[in-house]
């Protein structure tokens, strides 16, 4: 009984090994030429390039299946920078699959502070108001399809962990902090946490009460 046990458990030693050196020796990694072009693509998943979301397109793209030009809400910018990625021609975007829009716009209006201008009418603009930003940046995510998420004042965590999922998700932020200056403002953890992610490009500071709306500061991470 016991030699049988013995060698029960010196088969699966070696199964085992046997297995994780298969696993090692013949790992598919991911192709990375599809990771960079998938990370140029707008993420919204809209189908209209002719594939079932951004990722298959990229794979198209990368074993040379589909052209750069066949997505309408990444555009010209979006073109330019496969062109420039994969050493190709820069092609205008496929009439066949669409043409482009101005992006789409979803404002997260908790307190009912922000009110667009007769221009912003005009915008494809989404107003979530009067919910809470966390559960607003959900829903925006799953039933909108944003571009650009416009949030008011960044509070709670769980604020940031929304906004940390969209990001992931393709879209872009712009969100509004109040601070006296940007040695302040970079003592917040709001801050030091999107900092922290890589999630923080561009920080703009206002010059307040004095000059509405002017420029005081803007720093490029």
Not at 188 to 213: D, E, F, S
Request: glycine share 10%; charged share 20%; net charge negative.
């Amino acid at each position: 009984m016991l030699t049988a046990l013995l060698v029960m458990t010196g088969i699966a030693l070696v199964l085992g090994a046997v297995l994780g050196f298969a696993s090692i020796k013949f790992k598919v990694e991911g192709d990375p030429l599809v990771e960079k072009i998938d990370a140029i693509l707008p993420q919204t998943q809209c189908g209209q390039c002719g594939f079932p979301g951004c990722r298959p397109y990229a794979t198209a793209i990368a074993g040379g299946e589909a052209e750069i030009n066949q997505c309408p809400p990444g555009g010209e910018e979006g073109i330019r920078k496969l062109a420039d990625l994969l050493g190709r021609e820069f092609k205008p975007l496929s009439e066949e699959h669409g043409v482009e829009k101005p992006k789409s716009v979803a404002v997260i209006d908790e307190r009912r502070e922000i009110f667009p201008s007769e221009e912003s009418a005009a915008l494809p603009l989404d107003i979530l108001s009067g919910i809470p930003k966390g559960q607003a940046v959900q829903m925006a995510l799953r039933t909108l399809s944003p571009q650009i998420i416009l949030l008011d004042e960044l509070g709670g965590m769980d604020e940031l962990y929304a906004l940390e999922q969209g990001l992931f998700s393709g879209v872009e932020f712009i969100a509004t902090l109040h601070a006296a200056s940007w040695g302040e403002a970079a003592r917040r953890p709001q801050v030091q946490y999107l900092q922290k992610c890589g999630a923080l490009h561009v920080a703009v500071l206002l010059k307040g009460r004095t000059a509405p709306g002017q420029l005081k500061e803007v720093r490029v991470s």
